[in-house]
């Protein structure tokens, strides 16, 4: 629980999610309307964050310094990556995907499961 209070208290950003966002919807705005359905923008993003360096900041002045580091040094690496990104989500059409469900929503579900298990 102390963990989850320091995390509270303190407030970071990896500015390369804005970054990766960015360029999945902009190489999304450019695919079929019928192709672009079928594409998981989130499966993307992390997939092409996994392979990018992290661009944390912790001020505004940090994030933008950030997010300038990013655009100038990083943006082909960062088109790059997505556009593979892009390709590797492609290849497996009809994979099964269970997204990860909000802190909340777990911990609701399993506060649920007890009360139950306890009436049973």
Do not use: W
Not at 30 to 55: D, G, H, M
Not at 66 to 81: F, V
Not at 95 to 108: G, K, L, M, Y
């Amino acid at each position: 629980m102390e963990a989850h209070r320091l995390h509270q208290a303190i407030t970071y950003q990896n500015v390369m999610e804005i970054l990766v966002t960015q360029e999945v919807e902009r190489q999304k705005s450019r695919l079929s309307p019928k192709l672009a359905k079928y594409i998981n923008q989130v499966e993307v993003a992390t997939y092409a964050l996994n392979r990018l360096p992290p661009l944390y900041a912790s001020s505004e002045e940090g994030r933008r310094q950030q997010q300038l580091k990013g655009n100038k040094k990083l943006r082909q690496q960062i088109t790059t990556t997505v556009r593979q990104a892009f390709a590797a989500v492609q290849r497996d059409p009809i994979r099964v995907c269970t997204p990860i469900r909000p802190e909340e929503e777990t911990e609701s579900l399993a506060a649920k499961l007890a009360l139950q298990g306890i009436r049973e």
